[in-house]
């Protein structure tokens, strides 16, 4: 008898009331750039509270619009669940107008989560492009706690303009730190910006870190990771070290309805961080 492929054995990963959302308040709105803000949400459904790991999203459930994946930016260690999106679409765009007492669906956490355990011992650098932050703060806000066991950490930032620059009060402090390396670029500079101007990618042949001893986290626009996972090889880190998070349009998040296939994977679970030495063939293929 011809063999199954694998993909079709596995169980479903997750409990069946996944497909149920909690109800959370929002407690608080931050505009974070023209396009993108933070919502700061409480759980009012009377559960266990959230426990999730960095790199794991949400699907939000704006009531009467739809159901979309965010990924959830907050620290790990802090009790509030916090999700930073852009406006791009039906979903957000609503998403953009609720205030402080509306209320949302979640359900989740889902996903899997960035290396931070795994990289003990390493030295850390972290991509990041535009919106790709958000994912990345719970990591790095873990790395931080946990600094002693890591070598060098760096973070590198690109935005389209200065405007887009994400979390600009946590970047200034992170600047300040002696423990972490912080560069910040943008595409096309504004009246006033004296800082890096080119695309986040030129940056990394000057990056201090060993490349035989660093885990590499990335999250952007696709193209910006295919890219920056190049020039990472190019300075000798080996594609099992170099991890990206991937989006495709989800529906149900826990495997089930196969909306986000890539290739032999469900990028809601085993994804969205996957390892680049699994995914880099099929990045470079047009249609999957
Ligand atoms: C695992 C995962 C985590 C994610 N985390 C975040 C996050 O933390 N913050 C965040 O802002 N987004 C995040 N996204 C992307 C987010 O889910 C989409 O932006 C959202 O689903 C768009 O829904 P919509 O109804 O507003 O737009 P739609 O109405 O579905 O799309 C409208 C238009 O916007 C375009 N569009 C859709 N998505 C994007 C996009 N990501 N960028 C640019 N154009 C787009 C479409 O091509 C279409 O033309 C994540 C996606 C995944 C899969
Ligand atoms: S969103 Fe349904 S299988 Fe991934």
Redesign the pocket.
């Known amino acids: 008898m011809a063999s199954v492929p694998d993909i079709f054995v596995k169980p479903a990963p997750v409990a069946p009331h996944a497909m149920f959302p909690r109800m959370y308040v929002i407690q608080q709105v931050r505009k974070e750039t023209a396009d ?1 803000f933070t919502l700061v949400l409480e759980d009012r459904s009377g559960g266990p509270k959230i426990k999730f790991a960095p790199g794991q ?1 949400n699907m939000v459930y704006v009531f009467g ?2 159901e ?6 907050s620290d790990p260690a802090s009790s509030v669940l916090v ?13 953009a107008g609720l205030r402080r007492g509306d209320a949302v669906g979640i359900r989740g956490p889902f ?1 899997t989560v960035w290396p931070v355990h795994e990289a003990h011992g390493h030295d850390i650098v972290i991509v990041a492009g535009g ?1 790709g932050l ?2 990345l703060r719970s990591a790095l806000y873990e790395v931080l706690s946990q600094r002693e066991a890591f070598g060098k950490v760096v973070l590198l930032y690109g935005t389209r303009t200065p405007s887009d620059i994400l979390f600009r009060e946590e970047l200034e402090q992170w600047r300040a730190r002696f423990d972490l390396e912080v560069y910040v670029t943008v595409d096309r500079a504004q009246p006033g910006w004296r800082g890096n101007v080119g695309v986040v990618t030129t940056l990394i042949h000057k990056l201090p870190f060993d490349p035989q001893k660093t885990t590499a986290m990335i999250c952007g ?1 696709e193209i910006m990771m295919r890219f920056a996972a190049l020039e990472l090889q190019k300075r000798g880190v080996g594609p099992d070290s170099i991890y990206l ?6 529906k149900c998040g826990i495997g089930l309805c196969g909306h ?1 296939q890539f290739g032999p994977y469900f ?2 679970k085993d ?2 961080v996957f390892r680049y030495s699994r995914v880099k063939d099929l990045l470079v293929k047009r249609e999957i």
């Open positions: 993108t999203f619009v739809g979309i994946p965010i990924s959830i930016s999700h930073t999106t852009r406006a791009v679409g039906t979903v957000t765009r609503v998403m996903g919106i958000a994912p626009p998070s991937l989006e495709r349009n989800m986000c990028v809601c994804g969205p």
